[in-house]
């Protein structure tokens, strides 16, 4: 189970009292909870960008999306942010909407070891470069590379969405 808190969502969002701004999506609710926007011109063409959320994973061994604009890995691709399946942190975002432009950047240790606290997480993206640094409670994480073949991100009709 995990638990996704978004803050500065908008809206009533009556899942948390009191609180009309953020959502708190559970991943053992079934089916698993989301949210999703229809695609906009503000979700494309993101430039340089930064990523961040309050998380808390209570037991996950599995490849985890935290958000996305993917509709499918082979054409309409832009951005993704997830837990891989050892705990790291990962970014990837293409420039042609596909497989065959992305880059990713990951972190080195298990970003996500500590599974009985909220923590904040943070992507903060240079698509030209392209570059990444990631923090875990305001601490910069170690990350690699693994894919620098783009660098922008793609215009597509995916839909954006927010997972727990």
């Keep these: 189970m995990s638990r996704f808190l978004l803050m500065g969502a908008g809206g009533a969002v009556s899942a948390i ?3 009309t701004n953020s959502l ?3 991943s053992t609710a079934s089916p698993n909870q989301y949210a999703t926007a229809s695609d906009s011109a503000s979700l494309s063409n ?11 994973a209570e037991t996950r061994t599995v490849y985890q999306e935290v958000l996305s604009k993917v509709t499918n890995t082979t054409t309409l691709y832009e951005y993704e942010l997830a837990f891989d399946s050892s705990n790291n942190l990962l970014v990837t975002f293409s420039s042609d909407g596909g497989a065959a432009n992305r880059s990713q950047f990951r972190t080195t240790n298990a970003a996500l070891a500590d599974t009985t606290t909220w923590h904040h ?3 903060v993206v240079t698509v030209a ?5 990631f923090y875990v409670d305001a601490v910069s994480v170690a990350v690699t590379n693994v894919l620098t073949a783009s660098t922008a991100t793609s215009d597509t009709t995916a839909t954006f969405s927010i997972s727990s």
Excluded: Q, R
């Design 17 to 19: 009292a009191g609180n």
């Design 24 to 26: 708190d999506l559970e």
């Design 46 to 56: 993101l430039g340089n960008f930064t990523f961040e959320f309050w998380f808390k």
């Design 121 to 123: 997480y943070a992507a």
């Design 129 to 133: 470069t392209p570059a990444a640094v």
